[in-house]
């Protein structure tokens, strides 16, 4: 058996007709940038997230990028991120002038934490971007309290966790602002680069709105109020969602059903999965388990036609490009990033491929002939070869 690590495929399959039908009359429109497909999106997707305004943007990177500029991050503003993320964190604060300050995370569930954000807040800091990675919310009633007592801004990085809840509230209304990308992989992904902001301040709406189409308010192409660029959401993604996003409670919810899946399918393995807290309701965009001999198994697993992923292998306080930052030791973040895997994850994975998957590994581990968990934290090594 096969089992690919993300099937598109059969996603598109359900949905190929709307698809062709939508593209159809866009192309007879010539309606490609903004107008009412744009506009339905944006009223859909913020009904959804439980928000009073949607942006849509190009991607997910500049959506971060201009909610940080418009809660006014100035330069040398630093920004509380966790050290395990995808990089685009990081350089969405750079971008917006800002300093990031990684720290470190919980061990069960690989999230920044309350104490985490107190312990690094200083005089500087303007905000946080709390990151529901891999699809879980973060505890957001305990990091708002702690952002609010400091008088600091919070920003949900919620690429990941479409749909996903904490204390049955959707991620996206949880903060100040928020941005979610729409990449193809993503749970609700576009054919291309997309990516929206919500938000229920209406001023922030606004700036965010001018920021991504040169600085130009609503119906005045030739004023510009200030300096802004090209990072609109065009019309053939927004009408690709709005088809996409009727089915995506359906599609959580058999991702859902794999996770459990998995979680049987693993019990008693030498692997451990990520914990979900009980008051969050995942996403489950990704599968994650944690092992110590990770590589070994990785390249077992591929020989068995099991494909998958690492997110992510580098720590972003190791990567080349904020070595500058000299951030202190994240014991748990780079003792996790050389022990996380992530399994095949899809709303059409079988139940037949994950036990293939689950297999798998126990024939690994036969052939390993040795235990695997262990998350212990090991002393840190600042060098070259601890950021490979």
């Not at 939508?22 to 107008?35: D, L, T």
């Not at 008051?279 to 068995?304: G, K, Q």
Request: aromatic share 6%; charged share 20%.
């Amino acid at each position: 058996m096969n089992v690919c690590f993300l099937d598109l495929r059969s996603m598109h399959e359900e949905i190929a007709d709307e698809i062709q039908e939508v593209w159809s009359r866009i192309c007879a429109q010539c309606s490609f940038v903004g107008a009412e497909y744009v506009g339905q999106f944006e009223q859909q997707w913020a009904d959804y997230c439980g928000t009073a305004y949607c942006v849509g943007v190009a991607d997910g990177t500049v959506g971060l990028e201009l909610s940080l500029r418009a809660l006014g991050i100035r330069p040398g503003d630093e920004v509380i991120v966790p050290g395990n993320t995808f990089i685009a964190t990081a350089e969405a604060v750079v971008k917006a002038g800002g300093v990031p300050v990684f720290i470190d995370v919980d061990p069960a569930t690989h999230l920044i934490t309350a104490d985490g954000v107190a312990a690094a807040i200083t005089p500087r800091t303007a905000a946080v971007v709390v990151v529901h990675l891999y699809g879980q919310p973060a505890d957001m009633d305990a990091i708002r309290a702690v952002a609010i007592k400091a008088g600091i801004a919070v920003v949900e990085d919620a690429a990941q966790a479409h749909g996903a809840t904490w204390q049955g509230k959707r991620v996206g209304g949880l903060s100040d602002i928020a941005s979610f990308s729409f990449y193809p992989g993503k749970n609700l992904g576009a054919f291309g680069d997309a990516g929206a902001v919500v938000t229920n301040d209406p001023a922030l709406a606004e700036r965010v709105r001018l920021m991504s189409n040169h600085g130009r308010p609503p119906n005045s192409p030739h004023l510009h109020e200030l300096v802004g660029g090209t990072h609109r959401l065009d019309a053939l993604q927004a009408a690709i969602l709005t088809v996409k996003l009727k089915r995506l409670d359906a599609w959580n919810a058999a991702r859902e059903r794999a996770a459990r899946l998995y979680a049987q399918a693993l019990a008693g393995l030498p692997v451990e999965l990520v914990q979900v807290a009980d008051e969050a309701t995942s996403s489950h965009h990704l599968t994650v388990i944690r092992t110590s001999h990770r590589d070994e198994l990785r390249r077992l697993l591929a020989a068995e036609n099991v494909a998958t992923g690492i997110h992510y292998p580098i720590p972003c306080h190791l990567q080349k490009a904020f070595r500058g930052l000299n951030t202190p030791p994240l014991p748990m973040v780079e003792r996790l990033a050389g022990r996380i895997l992530s399994l095949p994850m899809f709303p059409h994975i079988s139940e037949a491929q994950i036990r293939h998957v689950a297999d798998a590994i126990a024939r690994a581990f036969d052939r390993l002939g040795r235990s695997g968990v262990g998350v212990a934290v090991e002393p840190h090594d600042p060098s070259p070869a601890a950021a490979r």
